[in-house]
């Protein structure tokens, strides 16, 4: 329960407890000094706020079986089954309750205590139970591409954020409020080595919790040499072709001709044909092409020449 004390103040409506709501079956005593209310749903924990007037009152919860909660004058209590204290800048007394039995609960006011003026009460909320799974194949191979299949407990407000973490490297792979779904995602370039998705759970906007729902070992992908490199002439025209490399999705396109000119290319994604103008009868070159995963190193390089056009007579 996210129950927060910290000597005579708390905070009870913390992401795993839901909205309070004033409990309308709250019965007041015809003697006056007690209210009482009753519990009649299974709770792994119920959060109380019973507010005074014009100060936090000074109450005990009383329930079925002789259960007894009492807050402190000051201070918290803090025990395996309960917590409670008094938050007098609030005017409110707060009481956390493990598992509250079933059945009719009674506030009584002790002596000196200000007045009640409302009981409220907030359910913790369920176990978000976020789960994932990459498959044992998936997990083991160095694919570029990997599915991640996850289910939760759909909760109204709630966000879940898988996010890949490893050494240098922290990458949003999708985002959900769904109950269950599949997300397809390339690894982040970056060092080997053991990576974790891990789930960042927020409720109604505030960080809730964060849970590790899977783990693959993750290797750089090593392109192979670009094959089919074409170096041609085209008018005056050096047009410049290759093939695509599994895995790459970066090519280094080098050109070095003898007039002196040095160009360097980038082409992303799919290959596509490099051009270069100007290009006299007499020039020649060589064009270096290589491929690369994104932010990790190149591949061998392939090469061709470019030869001087030959003059007919």
């Known amino acids: 329960v996210a129950a927060i004390i910290s000597r005579t103040t708390v905070m009870a409506d913390g992401c795993d407890v839901g909205p309070w709501r004033t409990i309308q079956a709250v019965r007041a005593a015809a003697a006056g000094g007690q209210r009482s209310f009753d519990v009649d749903t299974d709770d792994a924990a119920l959060a109380v ?3 005074g007037d014009g100060d936090a009152p000074k109450v005990t919860l009383k329930g079925p079986g002789g259960r007894t909660v009492e807050a402190p004058d000051s201070g918290a209590l803090r025990t395996d089954t309960a917590i409670a204290a008094r ?5 409110v ?13 009674t506030v009584e ?5 200000a007045g009640v003026k409302r009981v409220r009460e907030a359910h913790t909320r369920p176990d978000p139970n976020v789960q994932g799974d990459l498959g044992t194949q998936a997990a083991r191979s160095s694919s570029a ?3 991640l299949r996850y289910s939760l407990h759909k909760l109204a407000g709630q966000k879940v954020t898988f996010r890949e973490i490893g050494k240098h490297v922290d990458h949003v792979i999708g985002t959900t409020k769904a109950a269950s779904g599949r997300i397809r995602f390339t690894p982040a370039p970056g060092p080997s080595g053991k990576r974790r998705i891990v789930a960042f759970i927020e409720q109604n906007g505030l960080p809730r919790d964060q849970v590790a729902v899977a783990t693959f070992r993750y290797r750089p992908v090593k392109p192979k040499r670009p094959r089919h490199l074409r170096v041609k002439r085209k008018g005056h025209k050096l047009v410049v072709t290759f093939g695509r490399v599994r895995g790459a999705d970066l090519y280094n396109v080098s050109v070095q001709l003898s007039d002196g000119r040095k160009r360097f290319f980038l082409v992303r994604g799919r290959p596509r044909p490099v051009k270069l103008g100007n290009l006299a009868a007499r020039t020649r070159g060589t064009v270096l092409v290589s491929a690369q995963h994104r ?5 061998p390089v392939a090469r061709a ?6 003059h007919r007579h």
């Open 93 to 105: 007394t707060y009481f956390v309750l493990a598992k509250p039995e079933k059945g009719t609960w």
């Open 295 to 299: 932010g990790e190193r190149r591949g």
């Open 305 to 310: 020449k470019l030869k001087a056009k030959r």
């Open 109 to 113: 006011e002790r002596p000196g205590s």
């Open 49 to 51: 706020a019973v507010d």
């Open 87 to 91: 938050a007098p800048s609030q005017d």
């Open 145 to 147: 591409t990997k599915v």
